[in-house]
């Protein structure tokens, strides 16, 4: 997908990358689709080059089982998004999405040819309609470094998941240093962190996570 690469025009610029929704009859989310950036006029940033990374979707799951989606349209500011959608989804149930990034596009051909750095990033608000009430909802993320393919035999698959530490910036390097794939989990369990709240409170809610991925050039 072209919308996976971009031009470093400042030392730090913003994405977004990925939007979650959920609620009792719709679990959405949509794929890697714009990018947005922010620049800050205030500081002298270095111009980089061409930094490319590739986003890849996997599992989203409820209570530990794998949730079958399927494809819809989401419409923000006037321009549409793809959404993966399901059903059934409750006060209580603990969701996980998984996704993967690395330097490299085995199908497109697609690399990174410069030294980068990138910090996903996450927030989730629950709007509750009958309360007339929305809360902040704690979500969380992990990572791991995962074999980029079968071929991968220095990097172990088995290796354990790690807290993103705020400000510490994953490395992102060129292709032609190394190879370089990770494996991202997003949790969040639905009303764990809501108080003074019963079922009959959760009638037309939905629950927006937003997932942010921060990537600069190092250059």
Not at 98 to 104: G, L, P
Request: proline residues 4%; aromatic residues 12%; glycine residues 4%.
């Amino acid at each position: 997908m072209d919308n996976n690469k971009f031009k470093i025009k400042k030392r730090y610029i913003l994405f977004t990358a990925y939007l979650l929704i959920v609620g009792l009859i719709c679990l959405s989310s949509l794929v890697l689709a714009k990018y947005v950036s922010e620049e800050n006029q205030e500081l002298d940033f270095t111009v980089g080059s061409v930094l490319y990374f590739n986003y890849e979707r996997s599992n989203l799951e409820r209570n530990g089982e794998v949730v079958q989606v399927t494809p819809s349209v989401y419409e923000e500011d006037g321009k549409n998004y793809q959404l993966l959608e399901t059903t059934n989804v409750a006060p209580g149930d603990s969701l996980t999405y998984y996704f993967y990034v690395s330097n490299f596009n085995s199908v497109t051909g697609d690399q990174n040819i410069v030294d980068g750095v990138l910090y996903p990033n996450t927030s989730a608000t629950l709007s509750l309609p009958i309360k007339g009430e929305v809360y902040d909802v704690e979500c969380t993320i992990l990572y791991r470094q995962v074999p980029y393919d079968e071929t991968d035999t220095t990097t172990p698959d088995n290796n354990a998941w790690n807290n993103l530490v705020v400000g510490k910036y994953l490395d992102l390097p060129p292709i032609s240093s190394q190879k370089v794939k990770y494996e991202f989990k997003l949790s969040i369990i639905v009303d764990d962190q809501v108080s003074n709240t019963t079922h009959e409170d959760y009638f037309n809610a939905v629950l927006s996570v937003k997932l942010f991925i921060n990537a600069a050039s190092d250059e």
